[in-house]
T-cell receptor, first 114, second 114 residues
């Protein structure tokens, strides 16, 4: 049973560019959340997608956007990259109807903005 | 303000010694509580969770945690630490109703010395 997968593993971009990160949820999961983890900090919630809609959003600017596809996979897009966007981006999946609230995390994508 | 606090940034423990990591939360209602572990370059792995019921919960890898409502705490313990327990540990809280995100503490880095 494959867990949560993310691609790419690492990414280097320059300021002002745009980036797309991808996530495939754990088998049986229908909900995807994205988190940003800056160096030395805990993960910060960006947003969550369920039924192809953004269900909840954290305190992140509109430069951060996402999408969920019919197969439940998801993309995170960041426009006009800033140096401060350098971080580990974590995707987490869960089952909305499971009753128990548990998110499974992928290995993350390390984004470096130069 | 709502928050999750991990008072210890870094803990060093000898192999075979006991370990306790502290977590305090500040929320109006009792949240769901989680402990995650992150090894270098890896994503987050769930160690254990508390939703309700018995306030002492058992997790994977020999970890346990105790929920104390009066102290708003959810401390993680392990009786005998192994070298492989060296990692970063995050306490997180969540709510099932109308709030789907996990909110994380800043983490505690555990170093295990021989």
């Amino acid at each position: 049973d494959a867990g949560v997968t993310q691609s790419p593993t690492h990414l280097i971009k320059t300021r002002g560019q745009q980036v797309t990160l991808r996530c495939s949820p754990k088998s049986g999961h229908d909900t995807v959340s994205w988190y940003q983890q800056a160096l030395g900090q805990g993960p910060q919630f960006i947003f969550q997608y369920y039924e192809e809609e953004e269900r909840q959003r954290g305190n992140f600017p509109d430069r951060f956007s996402g999408h969920q596809f019919p197969n439940y996979s998801s993309e995170l897009n960041v426009n006009a990259l800033l140096l401060g966007d350098s971080a580990l981006y974590l995707c987490a999946s869960s089952f909305n109807g499971g009753g128990a609230y548990e998110q499974f995390f992928g290995p993350g994508t390390r984004l470096t903005v130069l | 303000a709502q928050s999750v606090t991990q008072p210890d940034i870094h803990i060093t423990v000898s192999e075979g010694a006991s370990l306790e990591l502290r977590c305090n939360y500040s929320y109006g209602a009792t949240p769901y509580l989680f402990w995650y572990v992150q090894s270098p370059g890896q994503g987050l792995q769930l160690l254990l969770k508390y939703f309700s019921g018995d306030t002492l919960v058992q997790g994977i890898k020999g970890f346990e945690a105790e929920f104390k409502r009066s102290q708003s705490s959810f401390n993680l313990r392990k009786p005998s630490v192994h070298w492989s327990d060296a990692a970063e540990y995050f306490c997180a809280v969540g709510f099932l109703v109308n709030d789907y995100k996990l909110s994380f503490g800043a983490g505690t880095t555990v170093t295990v010395r021989a």
